[in-house]
T-cell receptor, first 113, second 112 residues
Framework: NAGVTQTPKFQVLKTGQSMTLQCAQD?????MSWYRQDPGMGLRLIHY???????DQGEVPNGYNVSRSTTEDFPLRLLSAAPSQTSVYFC????????????FGPGTRLTVT | SQQGEEDPQALSIQEGENATMNCSYK?????LQWYRQNSGRGLVHLIL?????REKHSGRLRVTLDTSKKSSSLLITASRAADTASYFC????????????FGKGTSLLVTP
């Protein structure tokens, strides 16, 4: 199993550009989530999904969209990038929401200039 | 909002010593987990303890949970240089919609 994969590893955007961060898992997990990690802030939840077709907002959803058309994929879209979105983004999955360990991808380091 | 708060923020010890990190949280939880993050990498799950458990062991790791004090501790015994990493606690419960809430982490440095 590849586990949780994320692409790209690094990305530089200009303010106002849009892009999609890809996340895929091959463990047939129902629950997938996106976090951002900023220096000294730990991880903050952006959006999550409890299954195909079902998504919900986390703590910091503004400026981001998600969709879950398949069990395997959970892309994160930045609609109009802003410097405040410079961060490291992690995708994670687990069999269910709550009470299970989460498997993390390697992360995408995004810089918005 | 972030639920967990780790203490200390940074810890420096020598190989062979024990490392203790603490986590406090604010609202009732179902489960508490500890994760490790090596520099520039994703998080790796270490251990999960449920709210009705008081202590759990995994290899050199020992986790305790005191729900009355809303706190947990992670003990790493006989530390190695390879244990150098950041350690995060994360909680889930009804208040968070069962999504994981992470603390800001403890940075552990183990010197040879």
């Amino acid at each position: 199993n590849a586990g949780v994969t994320q692409t790209p590893k690094f990305q530089v955007l200009k303010t106002g550009q849009s892009m999609t961060l890809q996340c895929a898992q091959d463990m047939n997990h129902e629950y997938m989530s996106w976090y951002r990690q900023d220096p000294g802030m730990g991880l903050r939840l952006i959006h999550y999904s409890v299954g195909a077709g079902i998504t919900d907002q986390g703590e910091v959803p503004n400026g981001y969209n998600v969709s879950r058309s398949t069990t395997e994929d959970f892309p994160l879209r930045l609609l109009s990038a802003a410097p405040s979105q410079t961060s490291v983004y992690f995708c994670a999955s687990s069999p269910r929401r709550g009470g299970y360990e989460q498997y993390f991808g390697p992360g995408t380091r995004l810089t918005v200039t | 909002s972030q639920q967990g708060e780790e203490d200390p923020q940074a810890l420096s010890i020598q190989e062979g010593e024990n490392a203790t990190m603490n986590c406090s949280y604010k609202t009732s939880i179902n489960n508490l987990q500890w994760y490790r993050q090596n520099s520039g990498r994703g998080l790796v799950h270490l251990i999960l303890i449920r709210s009705n458990e008081r202590e759990k062991h995994s290899g050199r790791l020992r986790v305790t949970l005191d729900t009355s004090k809303k706190s947990s501790s992670l003990l790493i015994t006989a530390s190695r240089a390879a244990d150098t990493a950041s350690y995060f606690c994360a909680t889930d419960g009804a208040n968070s919609g069962y999504a994981l809430n992470f603390g800001k982490g403890t940075s552990l440095l183990v010197t040879p």
